[in-house]
């Protein structure tokens, strides 16, 4: 069934603190494991020839989490990343990122910089990074671009459609997900991809993200193509 691979897979990483809890450790020890899962993630969406995987690593919300916490995971981001590069190479990937990036300190910055720079000429799988995202936020941004070029002359308020607001979005290049996946059994979208996801088929796993694996993405991906999209049609039109 390889001509029903979604294009793009998304993911809401979820779980890591409950799953260092369980261990009976700190939060960040759950952060560090699940490095092992986006690994994996990674490659098997490589291997089965997906175009793009977008991961949930940072919101904006959680900015508000403790600050040792933040500091944590922004020098977990910094090592991530320098030591999956050669993964990335070898797997053919090329790194983007998504998100208000001026907001992360300035060693994540160059990091993620220099990592998509030495990355950008691969041609398998793009690997998209939200950090420092929401779907609001991003959602807020576009609004005010698309007023700015009213107010400019360089729009009409008339020449605003569904089509001009996406070119406006951070995921301007990227489609839409076709599918959702998040982990740890939660039923939320917590504030991720809010306008693309409008017909994208969510996948919920009470696997904590840590306990990942590609076997797992292989499921959802299953899951993912029994299923009948219709796109607010019914299903004899569908099928005609």
């Not at 699940?34 to 949930?56: D, N, Q």
């Amino acid at each position: 069934m390889l001509n029903t691979l979604p294009r793009h897979v998304a993911v809401i990483m979820d779980g890591n603190g409950r799953w260092a809890k369980k261990k009976g450790a700190a939060r960040i020890f759950g952060h560090k494991n699940a490095i092992k899962a986006v690994k994996e993630v990674t490659e098997g969406c490589a291997e089965l020839g997906l175009e793009y995987l977008t991961l949930y690593a940072f919101s904006t919300e959680n900015w508000e989490r403790p600050v040792e916490e933040v500091s944590s995971l922004m020098q977990l981001l910094v090592l991530t990343i320098r030591n999956e590069l050669k993964t990335l190479l070898d797997n053919n990937v090329r790194l983007t990122a998504i998100g208000s990036i001026d907001s992360l300190p300035g060693n994540c910055q160059s990091e993620l910089a220099e990592a998509i720079e030495i990355t950008k000429n691969n041609t398998g799988l793009t690997l998209v990074l939200a950090l420092s995202y929401s779907g609001r936020w991003e959602i807020t941004e576009a609004v005010k671009k698309i007023a700015e070029e009213v107010k400019t002359g360089i729009l009409d308020a008339e020449d605003v459609d569904q089509s001009l607001i996406s070119r406006h979005l951070q995921t301007r290049d990227i489609p839409d997900p076709e599918l959702l996946i998040r982990t740890s059994g939660e039923l939320r979208i917590s504030n991720f991809l809010l306008w693309q996801i409008a017909y994208t088929e969510i996948y919920i796993t009470q696997k904590l993200w840590p306990d990942f694996r590609k076997g797992d993405l292989h499921e959802a991906i299953l899951a993912f193509q029994s299923r009948e999209r219709r796109f607010g049609r019914i299903s004899e039109q569908v099928n005609s």
